[in-house]
């Protein structure tokens, strides 16, 4: 038998780290498949209560910092008033994301794709009605990234 077959098969490195490749293949689905159904809503209802959640950035615009993960869009409100706001978006997340609203008056205003790790910014008017927010990349929303924010 050559000496590389005989290395191989008495177990060398290459032999050890092929032997446990199917092993790490299938537990990185298995963390992608758990993280993929875990919950999506994680927004909080109330109003506004503090400068960290929604703050004057200009005059004219209240900012409403936004966090997306894999799959979850987190608001730290749900009822705002009516008003134009600065949509803050943080993509905390490894995959891209957007960010779409959509509502009275808005018609699927969004950001571009945000990289894993960065920000973007959207301004939109708001008027009283329910308003409609997601990702609108691949199957994101259905996989549980969207809110609803209420305007009175």
């Known amino acids: 038998m050559p000496s590389d077959v005989k290395e191989f098969a008495m177990g060398s490195t290459w032999s050890r780290l092929l032997l446990r490749l199917p092993f790490a293949t299938l537990l990185i689905a298995v ?25 004057q950035t200009d005059p004219g615009a209240a900012r409403v910092a936004v966090r997306e993960t894999e799959f979850s869009i987190g608001v730290p409100v749900t009822e705002l008033q009516p008003g134009v706001y600065k949509f803050a978006v943080e993509n905390a997340g490894v995959v891209k994301h957007d960010l779409v609203i959509d509502g ?43 809110a609803t924010i209420t305007v009175r």
């Open 31 to 55: 963390v992608l498949a758990a993280t993929a159904c875990s919950s999506g809503d994680s927004s909080q209802s109330g109003t506004p209560s503090g400068d960290t959640e929604i703050s």
């Open 104 to 146: 009275p008056g808005v018609e699927s205003a969004r950001t571009d794709r945000i990289a894993g790790g960065a920000t973007a910014e959207l301004t939109v008017n708001l008027r009283p009605g329910k308003y409609e927010l997601w990702c609108s990349v691949g199957n994101h929303r259905d996989a549980g990234m969207s």
